[in-house]
């Protein structure tokens, strides 16, 4: 190995940004659905104080993963948004799972959809990925949106504008571009790339 490729090695290095630590977000945001829908959790919360206090200990650790990104606010700021956001979200994927059962003859009920659909998972985490994307948080929704796609094949841009009652049926090979701008009430099965 020559000396001019390690010097080009080591000044790409110090001209890196910083690295995300992927493991750490995509894991706060597996949790983040955990405490948005207990039929993901591993065990159910026992009372208010428990989720206020599971709530808050999110925002904490969201907030210092966010503190080394470039925002174009606080981290604590992004984080009180993306908090108020929380209830919209929530009502938000609810519309989209009771849209996969009703779309989904093999579905067991919303549970069921909740906790173990993949093209439900894949929308929750974009719609995360969505707020964080519209917060101007840089390089984490795309992280979340590539998290996504690894665990179900579904590769969903965090720019896209997805409507209410979102289903996706058998979603392997589904791509949806920046973009991309569906409706309400639609339905995809796999295979569908929407967007350049």
Do not use: W
């Not at 909740?114 to 974009?126: K, N, R, V």
């Not at 929704?141 to 504008?161: C, F, M, N, Q, V």
Request: aromatic fraction near 4%; charged fraction near 15%; hydrophobic fraction near 50%.
């Amino acid at each position: 190995m020559s000396e001019e490729f390690v010097q080009t090695l080591a000044l790409a290095h110090q001209q890196a940004t910083v690295p995300l630590p992927a493991h750490a977000f995509c894991h706060l945001a597996d949790q983040l659905l955990s405490l948005l829908f207990p039929e993901r959790a591993d065990r159910q919360l026992s009372s208010a104080d428990a989720v206020a206090a599971t709530l808050s200990h999110l925002r904490a650790e969201l907030t210092a993963l966010l503190r080394p990104v470039p925002l174009r606010e606080s981290s604590e700021a992004v984080v009180a948004a993306l908090a108020a956001q929380l209830p919209h979200l929530r009502q938000l994927l609810l519309l989209d799972a009771n849209a996969i059962v009703a779309a989904d003859p093999a579905a067991q009920g919303v549970a069921e959809v909740i906790s173990t659909y993949p093209g439900f998972y894949a929308i929750a985490l974009h719609r995360l990925a969505h707020a964080l994307h519209q917060l101007a948080v840089p390089r984490v929704p795309r992280l979340l949106s590539e998290y996504a796609h690894a665990r179900t094949g579904i590769d969903i841009h965090p720019g896209a504008r997805i409507g209410s009652s979102f289903c996706i049926d058998h979603g392997t090979g589904i791509v949806i571009g920046e973009t991309a701008v569906i409706g309400a009430h639609v339905k995809l099965f796999q295979g569908v790339t929407l967007g350049p």
